[in-house]
Every structure is written in C-alpha cells, then in structure tokens.
C-alpha cells in the first residue's frame, strides 16, 4: 500500500520544491509514495472531506485566507494519527503546533537532509501506529490499534484499557507494560499513559488531549515529565 502525503502551499514554487525533495526520498528509500499537492487550506480540506486517507501532512503556514495551522487544529479534531509537519518562513509560529501535536517545523528553505530525517520518523510513526493490541473480552477476541489507548488503570485484579471504547480484562498491568512501546509510560502502580497524548502535567494530575484528567501519585511529577522531555 502506497505512502499517502499531502503537501498545501500557496507558492507553487515551493509546492513543486517541496514535490521533489518528497520524490526523492520515497526513491532513496525504495518505497511506493503517493503525494497529493493543494495551492489553499480550503482546497485541501474539500478533498479531505472525501479522501481522509492520508499517512502525513507537509503544510505551509503563512496562507490565504486559512492559515495552516487553523487547517491542522480541523484536521486534529477527528484525525489523531496523521502526522503534520509545518513549514514556515518564520520561527514565531512553532509555539502555535503545541495544540496540533506537530512532528516538526522546518523553516523554509527546507533542507533535504532535515526533510528527510523528519519524513522518516513520520513513516516510523505510521508503522508503530499499525500495531495492535488483542484482547480476550466475553470470550471473543478484540483487537485494538496501539494508538488509540489513551491510557490503563487497574482495579483490584482487573485493568481497563481506555481507547475509544473501554475494555476491562483480568490481567495485570505488567503484562500489558511489556506488550507496550515507548510511547506508554506507567505513572506508580495504577495506571499506564500514552504520553503521546498527556497535554498538561501538575503536581496532582494528567490532562490529556480529550479532555480526561488523571491523578498523579506523590513523587510522579518529574519521572513523569523527563520521561516526555526524552520523547521529543
């Protein structure tokens, strides 16, 4: 199955540039790549309401009359695991990616060495994304997508795994710990979180990008916060 990238950039220069530095990679990595190029926001989005079958996103910032991260924060509201790169010819934008949970910013020129290391993390990314969890729920067997589990917790001798929907299995959390990537973290002995999703860290607890907060047991706020320094 081809590698889906879109790229939106209002310079058609640039949308060419960026075209075959995209071309380029996909070669030197020997992978089937297909790239779909927009000149707007607005044209971008009138084929996504159609097509959302997109791996990674390549988007200008500065543009008409949507900018590329107000396109990111609609594409967000559904779309968790495609992965948005920025590119901008400004350094004062890259705060505004926080809430998009942006990949990266390149600031334009784009490099092909920069693009490249990027472009292959996004690809990594995707491939991690394709794993599953297989749970035993009612005597049938489920299996639920690594990158929807927001988080685990356990009560007595049963662990909730929270995705889209919530399954509770008698297991312990070790077990589901060892069956995790980096990306999940366990927080004292109840609870495991997908850091990827955790937007704000106190003292007292977790907030997570949909919302849910978590308590965060004494001692856990530093471990808690190297452990998503080390992950960015």
Not at 45 to 74: N, P, Q, R, S
Request: proline share 3%; aromatic share 10%.
């Amino acid at each position: 199955m081809a590698y889906r990238i879109g790229v939106c950039d209002d310079n058609q220069a640039d949308l060419e540039f960026d075209r075959a530095l995209l071309e380029r990679w996909a070669a030197l990595r020997g992978l089937e790549v297909r790239i779909l190029t927009f000149p707007s926001a607005e044209a971008f989005l009138f084929h996504y309401a159609e097509d959302k079958a997109f791996d990674a996103l390549l988007l200008d910032i500065e543009m008409g009359e949507m900018d590329g991260v107000t396109m990111a924060k609609a594409i967000r509201a559904e779309n968790q695991t495609v992965q948005i790169i920025f590119v901008t010819g400004y350094s004062d934008y890259i705060a505004e990616g926080y809430e998009v949970a942006a990949l990266h910013y390149l600031l334009k020129p784009v490099g092909e060495e920069k693009l490249f290391s990027v472009l292959d993390r996004a690809l990594e990314k995707r491939r991690r994304d394709e794993k599953c969890l297989d749970l035993e729920c009612g005597g049938s067997l489920v299996r639920i997508p690594v990158y929807e589990i927001r988080y685990l917790d356990v009560h007595q001798n049963y662990v909730t795994v929270h995705g889209r929907e919530d399954y509770t299995v008698k297991r312990t959390l070790g077990e589901f710990e060892k069956e995790l990537d980096s990306r999940f973290y366990r927080v004292g002995r109840g609870q495991i979180v997908n850091l990827t999703c955790v937007r704000r860290v106190t003292r007292t607890d977790i907030r997570l990008s949909d919302g849910t907060v978590l308590p965060l047991p004494r001692g856990a706020y530093e471990p808690l916060n190297r452990a998503i320094i080390e992950r960015t």
